[in-house]
């Protein structure tokens, strides 16, 4: 199986900052890569698919990187709305790993 | 617009069954795989198993091989998603989700996912 880690785990940060968030597959996924957000209580949301397409409707703020093992989603001026958990998914062979997640809080 | 539309919360004892459905409305039913993935209380996301609902295949997670079956009944267009041998363990949310239309196996819409809570 395919393992994918996140990092950081949490962080905190403030309303306009620039986030960051990195995600490792254990194998090359080439582009397999797609990130979700999920607030408390909600169902995940696609963000970014096939690394870098944003999902239709997702504000443009949102940005993907990455192939073979290493990826990052970017927030590129966080909004009050941004604070919620991330979660990375390779598409690339079953199971469909996703990463143990990335939660943004408010500094 | 596509809706998945998952059946109410469960409260299993340790040992039984639970199954969970999933309607799906506003797309064509048979032409987008189904998954289900499911979220412990206060942990990530975990990839169950994938449906074909046009022909009805399966691939299960090593993980729940042998205890989960995922079907389809496409006259009513829904998905389930049966766990047997439940275990405190399970207790959990879990999620129907289909695959996007343009990238493979992303998951572009999600039911509002189902609380299963397995206690003696």
């Known amino acids: 199986d395919i393992q994918m880690t996140q990092s950081p785990s949490s962080l905190s940060a403030s309303v306009g900052d620039r986030v960051t968030i990195t995600c490792r597959a254990s194998?090359?996924?080439?582009?397999?890569l797609n990130w979700y957000q999920q607030k408390p209580g909600k169902a995940p949301k696609l963000l970014i698919y096939a690394a870098s397409s944003l999902q239709n409707g997702v504000p443009s703020r949102f940005s993907g990187r990455g192939s073979g093992t290493d990826f990052t989603l970017t927030i590129s001026s966080l909004q009050p709305e941004d604070f919620a958990s991330y979660h990375c998914q390779q598409s690339y062979s079953t199971p469909f790993t996703f990463g143990p997640g990335t939660k943004v809080d408010i500094k | 617009q596509a809706q998945l539309v998952q059946s109410g919360a469960e409260v299993k004892k340790p040992g039984a069954s639970v199954k969970v459905s999933c309607k799906a409305s506003g797309y064509t039913f048979t032409n987008y795989y189904m998954h289900w993935v499911r979220q412990a209380p206060g942990q990530g996301l975990e990839w169950m198993g994938i449906i074909n609902p046009s022909g009805g295949s399966t691939t299960y997670a090593q993980n729940f091989q042998g205890r989960v079956t995922m079907t389809r009944d496409t006259s009513t267009s829904t998905v389930y998603m049966e766990l047997s041998s439940l275990r405190s363990e399970d207790t959990a949310v879990y999620y129907c989700?289909?695959?996007?239309?343009?990238?493979?196996?992303?998951?572009?819409?999600w039911g509002q996912g189902t609380m299963v809570t397995v206690s003696s």
């Open positions: 989700a289909k695959v996007g239309v343009v990238a493979p196996q992303a998951l572009d819409i």
């Open positions: 194998q090359s996924i080439s582009s397999y």
